[in-house]
């Protein structure tokens, strides 16, 4: 008796949503649906550079950030030319949503081939922008900047205690500026 007067009260509700009586999606249904845009869909499907170095390889700088809130944690590693300063190398593993995984895909992507103090100028919004981030998801991209700063960060400092380090370290350029 409470089974079917629970579905006398369900259905009128799902037919205002646009479901069918059998409980079909219908129009209405698939407009209220928001989905990811292709790029995070495909950075998720497809994740670039997925993995981990050896976070003792005195080249490699290791980013571990999290996001108590929502759960998610990022890390990063790049790995680093010493003669010429670049990034060779970037990889990264993440525990999370969909948009911080293409986040974190993203970020690997776009850091490999450059030199320190320019990764350190890639900003959240422009890999929210790249993903057309919805706003409830602008934390996965601002992870994925911190990441990339802790990877430098943790570059530097073992660089710092191995006497390897030059007058100004990128990242110093980056504050200065």
Not at 24 to 30: C, N, V, Y
Not at 48 to 69: I, Y
Request: with cysteine; hydrophobic share 40%.
């Amino acid at each position: 008796m409470l089974r079917a007067g629970g579905r006398r009260l369900l259905a009128p509700g799902l037919r205002r949503l646009g479901f069918g009586a059998a409980g079909e999606a219908g129009p209405a249904a698939a407009a209220g649906v928001r989905a990811y845009h292709e790029r995070v869909v495909d950075h998720y499907n497809n994740p670039r550079n997925v993995g981990s170095f050896d976070k003792e390889d005195p080249n490699v700088g290791t980013g571990l950030v999290g996001a108590p809130a929502c759960g998610d944690v990022m890390k990063l590693q790049i790995r680093v030319d010493e003669e010429s300063g670049k990034i060779v190398d970037a990889c990264f593993k993440t525990f999370g949503c969909g948009s911080a995984i293409a986040s974190s895909s993203v970020a690997t992507e776009w850091v490999k081939g450059k030199p320190m103090d320019e990764v350190l100028t890639i900003k959240n919004t422009e890999i929210a922008k790249h993903l057309s981030l919805p706003p409830v998801k602008l934390h996965c991209s601002m992870l994925a900047e911190d990441a990339i700063k802790a990877a430098v960060k943790d570059y530097e400092a073992k660089k710092a205690k191995t006497g390897q380090k030059g007058e100004d370290s990128p990242s110093e350029k980056a504050a200065e500026a």
